[in-house]
Every structure is written in structure tokens, then in C-alpha cells.
């Protein structure tokens, strides 16, 4: 495949989440001109997915979507969704990068992001949403959430009959219902080299993969969430609209469950993802807000409230009639249409069961599956648990690399506001580098 050459963009972020969008900005404000490349075909990362953030139940998507519209229309950033890095070579202030640039099987240039061709789609309701973490459907062409960053659709080749089986009737729907001829089923993979004078990584985290405690009937039960899974259910621009249901059914009990996969040696993950006491106090107040009347337990180890605000809006919580119960459970089983919950309460020292109708369980941040070939790539390491390693333990940002440096979740799990500042450090040791013309 013929690599085609752009002029010297100066810097490479890798990753647009919140975190990498920051660092882009900051950089582009300073006049360097930025490539940032995004995985997925939208930027915004995990913070999207959120409805309401702790501790201040800020609208998430309030304060993101004008992020993510700047760092589009940025001029000196170069957005490059649905796209990897597959090889890094060179170092600070030459680095020589090639980016692989999936088809999105629809021309950026021609698609105004009207939705007829999802509309038109055979499949329109059949494909679980992987932005609603499968609660929702989508068409096969679709667009990963209305707010995307850019707005413009792509089409899934696992699913569509056109790219799947060679046919979808007599002539592709969506192509039909497409105004401005904006489909292109001949799209190929394409590769591009840039050249950097530094790289921010801010690659995020994955969620814990919760059948890996199978006592809690994670993916057996269907009314067994994930905690973004339940952030999906309560965000109003969500599957249900915000109605925290299952299977059309409004829970009257809710169990939230602590340190799913965090502080657990039973799974190899002793840290703790620091996030997730105030992410439950958080869907638990929503919970209450939404469903006034439901009883909601909350199982915990130990309640960590860190930051600022943190410890006054759990003082909040507790005081919005919700039980907080010492002692993750040992057991979930179904019993009838209710689950039971088996456990011992740890500060009053006797075993008890629950019922209830809902469980979320606060699953941990852990390192991105692709992390370590990623660091392979850079020439950065990692720490036991997989995120990667700063420098200096007392220095987050710099890496053993120099030019390469590290924001946001990959390097440890986080809350946004330290993410946020740690993508600022980073894009003014980026901005250091470039400026001594190392570029
Ligand atoms: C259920 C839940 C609720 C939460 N609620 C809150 C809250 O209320 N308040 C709060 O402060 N924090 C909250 N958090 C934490 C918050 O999600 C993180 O602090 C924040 O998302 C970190 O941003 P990030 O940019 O570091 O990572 P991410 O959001 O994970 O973004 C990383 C981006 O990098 C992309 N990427 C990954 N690998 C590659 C690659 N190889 N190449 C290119 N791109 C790549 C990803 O697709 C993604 O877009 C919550 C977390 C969870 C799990």
C-alpha cells in the first residue's frame, strides 16, 4: 500500500478522550499545529458516555460537546478518527509515524449527516450500539452518538449485506436514500506518514471485564450492569431517555456493589480505580432523584473520597435515605425474577440476604487491551498492572522516552478533573519540546 507523506504537523496525540482532546487544544492555542488520532470513529472517549459527572452532577455531555466541536474546527488540529498508529520510528523532534486510516465507507467531504441512509438501512434496529453498550440498536450505517465529533456516518462491515454478502436488494437502500452520493463501498484502508516533534499519549482505560467475578452473574443475568452500562441508562440521551429501566420495567430496589475488579487480588488488580465510590454515590443519587421511592444499597469496602467536594457530596448522598452496607457480597443468584444478594455485613458481623431488582456493579479502570503493543511502538514500559510508566514516580507526564509523554487514564486510572490537568502538563512539556526547535 503506497504511504502517502503530509507536511510536519509537529505534534501526535494518541487518544481523544477527554484528555488527549485537552492536550490538542492546548498545543494548537500555543500555534503548533497538532495530529490527534482517534481509534474510534468519533472523539470524546469514555466521558461521552457519561450522564451527569460527581461532584458537581454537571451535565457530562453539557460540558464536552463544546469541547469536542472546537477541537473539529480547530485550525490547527488534524483530527484523524477511525484511525491507528501502527509504527513510530526516529525520536524528539523527529519522530516518523505511520497512521492507518480505516474506510469508513462514506466520503467525509460529501456527507452532510442528515440520516436518511440509517432511516433507509434494512438493518436499522438490528445491531447492538456499542456507544449504548448494547442496550441500544443502530443501523448498519450510523453514526456513534448524535453529538459525534465529526458528524458524519460510516458503516459497519461486519454487518452490512453489502460488504458482508456482496448484495442488499437490488441496489444498497442507503445509497438510494443519499442525496449527496456520499457512500463508497470501495474505500480502502489507507496509510499515512507524518512526522512529530513530540507525541501525548492519552490512550484512557478499559472497563473492567466483570464475568471475570462470575459470582456476581455478570452476563447471566440481565439485570446484572456494569457501571457505564447503567450511566448509559440514565443519560438522557441514552436508549431509554434517561428512564432508569430493564426490559421496559422501572427497578423499586437497587444494589450497588464496590471495587468490582479494583483492590481484588482474586483478579490480579490490587489498585484502587479511584473513581468508582464517587461514580456510585453519584448513580445512586440519580437513582433517587428518578425513582423516589426505591430502597438502594450500597455494598462497600471502604469509602474513598479524595477530591475536591468529594467527601461533602458523599456526606449528601448518605443523607438521601440510602443504605450503605460494609462487606462486598460473596454471591448473586436468581430467584424468580428478583436476584438475591448473599453476603456478610462486616460492621455488624452476621451474614444476610438481599432481594433486589436491579445490581450495578462499580467495575474498576484497567489498562487498554492494546497498551502493550502500543508501548512496544513508543519504546515506553509499564507498570505490573499494565498502565504505562512515567519517568520519575514523582513526575506523572515524562516518560523514559524523551518527546513522549503521558495524560489521562492510560497512565493510571482518574478522575476528569485530574486527567484534564494532567493533558495540560503534558502539552506544555510537548510545547517546551517543539519550541526549542527540536522539530
Ligand atoms: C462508570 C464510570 C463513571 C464515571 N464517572 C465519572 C464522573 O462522574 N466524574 C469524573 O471525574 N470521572 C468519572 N469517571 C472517570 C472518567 O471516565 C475518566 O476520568 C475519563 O474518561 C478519562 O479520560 P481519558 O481521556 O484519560 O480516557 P478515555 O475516556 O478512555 O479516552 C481515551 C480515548 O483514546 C482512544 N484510544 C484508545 N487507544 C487508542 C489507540 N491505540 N489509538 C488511538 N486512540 C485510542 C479511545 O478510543 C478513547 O477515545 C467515570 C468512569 C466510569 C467507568
Given at each position: ?101 480505516k474506510p469508513r465507507y462514506v ?14 438501512c434494512v438493518q436499522?434496529?438490528?445491531i ?12 448498519a450505517i ?12 460510516l458503516i459497519d462491515p461486519d454487518h452490512c449485506l453489502m460488504l458482508t454478502k456482496g448484495k442488499c436488494?437490488?441496489?444498497p437502500?442507503c445509497q ?7 457512500i463508497d463501498f470501495n474505500q480502502k ?251
Amino acid at each position: 500500500m503506497p504511504a502517502q507523506k503530509i507536511e510536519s504537523p509537529v505534534a501526535l496525540v494518541i487518544g481523544g478522550g477527554i484528555a488527549g482532546m485537552q492536550a490538542s487544544l492546548d498545543i494548537a492555542d500555543k500555534g503548533f499545529k497538532v495530529v490527534l488520532v482517534e481509534k474510534e470513529p468519533t472523539i470524546g472517549g469514555h466521558m461521552a458516555q457519561l450522564d451527569k459527572t460527581f461532584p458537581t452532577l454537571d451535565c457530562s455531555s453539557c460540558i464536552l460537546t463544546p469541547k469536542m466541536v472546537e477541537v473539529g474546527s480547530h485550525p490547527n488540529i488534524e483530527a484523524m478518527t477511525y484511525s491507528e498508529v501502527i509504527e513510530i520510528q526516529g525520536e524528539m523532534g523527529d519522530f516518523q509515524i505511520t497512521i492507518r486510516k480505516k474506510p469508513r465507507y462514506v466520503d467525509l467531504k460529501k456527507c452532510t449527516g442528515c440520516g436518511l441512509c440509517a432511516e433507509a438501512c434494512v438493518q436499522r434496529t438490528r445491531i447492538a450500539n456499542e456507544f449504548d453498550m448494547g442496550i441500544g440498536k443502530r443501523a448498519a450505517i450510523y453514526i456513534p452518538f448524535p453529538q459525534a465529533v465529526p458528524q458524519k456516518y460510516l458503516i459497519d462491515p461486519d454487518h452490512c449485506l453489502m460488504l458482508t454478502k456482496g448484495k442488499c436488494g437490488k441496489e444498497p437502500r442507503c445509497q438510494k436514500a443519499c442525496g449527496t452520493h456520499a457512500i463508497d463501498f470501495n474505500q480502502k484502508e489507507e496509510n499515512v506518514t507524518i512526522q512529530a516533534g513530540a507525541i501525548v499519549v492519552a490512550t484512557g482505560y478499559d472497563q473492567f471485564d466483570a464475568r471475570l467475578k462470575p459470582e456476581y452473574g455478570y452476563g447471566r443475568y440481565e439485570n446484572v450492569l456494569s457501571g457505564i452500562e447503567f450511566e448509559r441508562l440514565c443519560s438522557a440521551s441514552g436508549p431509554t431517555k434517561g428512564s432508569i429501566e430493564y426490559n421496559g420495567v422501572e427497578p423499586k430496589r437497587v444494589v450497588f456493589i464496590q471495587c468490582v475488579g479494583s483492590r481484588d487480588k482474586t483478579v490480579g488488580n490490587e489498585y484502587c480505580s479511584r473513581v468508582c465510590c464517587m461514580y456510585t454515590a453519584k448513580q445512586a443519587h440519580l437513582v433517587r432523584e428518578r425513582i423516589p421511592d426505591a430502597k438502594i444499597t450500597i455494598c462497600y469496602m471502604d469509602i474513598r473520597a479524595f477530591g475536591k467536594g468529594y467527601e461533602e457530596f458523599y456526606d449528601r448522598v448518605q443523607k438521601e435515605k440510602i443504605i450503605f452496607r460494609r462487606g462486598n457480597p460473596s454471591e448473586i443468584y436468581k430467584r424468580g425474577e428478583s436476584l438475591m444478594i448473599r453476603g456478610e455485613d462486616t460492621l455488624l458481623g452476621e451474614p444476610y440476604e438481599e432481594e433486589t431488582d436491579l445490581v450495578v456493579l462499580a467495575t474498576g479502570l484497567v489498562p487498554r487491551q492494546d497498551a502493550e503493543q502500543l508501548g512496544r511502538m513508543l519504546g515506553i514500559s509499564h507498570t505490573p498492572e499494565g498502565f504505562f510508566k512515567e519517568a520519575e514516580t514523582k513526575e506523572t507526564i515524562p516518560t523514559s522516552k524523551p518527546g513522549v509523554f503521558l495524560a489521562g487514564c492510560c497512565q493510571s486510572p482518574k478522575d476528569i478533573p485530574d486527567a484534564v490537568a494532567q493533558a495540560s502538563g503534558a502539552a506544555a512539556m510537548a510545547c517546551i519540546c517543539l519550541a526549542e526547535g527540536r522539530s
